[in-house]
Nanobody, 125 residues
Framework: QVQLVESGGGSVQAGGSLRLSCAAS????????MGWFRQAPGKEREGVAA???????YYADSVKGRFTISKDNAKDTLYLQMNSLKPEDSAMYYC???????????????????WGQGTQVTVSS
């Protein structure tokens, strides 16, 4: 089993920055695909950013140029650096992992098997 624990969420003003972390434990491998997803109240879960085993990264159009996903395989930790935050970025952010090195649709949450409990991000205007 793989356990994922997110941290780093909080409340910031628009234009501010946050860095989310996702610590993985258990039988996770560096070959796993991983991603960040978010869900706001009353909305569907959406893909924010993903990274595959080759280090290729994928971003939702709404966060391109503002968010950066990265992974430290030595620490089994996934990161999401979020800059220039907007109120519409407010949501619960989830970390996800899948044993497949390359996920066919990286920003589609249905492809991922393991999920964390989430960390709340609130951006005020």
């Amino acid at each position: 089993q793989v356990q994922l624990v997110e941290s780093g969420g909080g409340s910031v003003q628009a234009g501010g920055s946050l860095r989310l972390s996702c610590a993985a434990s258990g039988r996770i491998e560096s070959s796993y695909s991983m991603g960040w997803f978010r869900q706001a109240p009353g909305k569907e879960r959406e893909g924010v950013a993903a990274i595959d085993s080759d280090g290729n990264t994928y971003y939702a159009d709404s966060v391109k140029g503002r968010f950066t996903i990265s992974k430290d395989n030595a620490k089994d930790t996934l990161y999401l650096q979020m800059n220039s935050l907007k109120p519409e970025d407010s949501a619960m952010y989830y970390c996800a992992a899948d044993p497949s090195p390359w996920v066919r649709r990286p920003l589609d949450h249905s492809w991922y098997v393991y999920w964390g409990q989430g960390t709340q991000v609130t951006v005020s205007s």
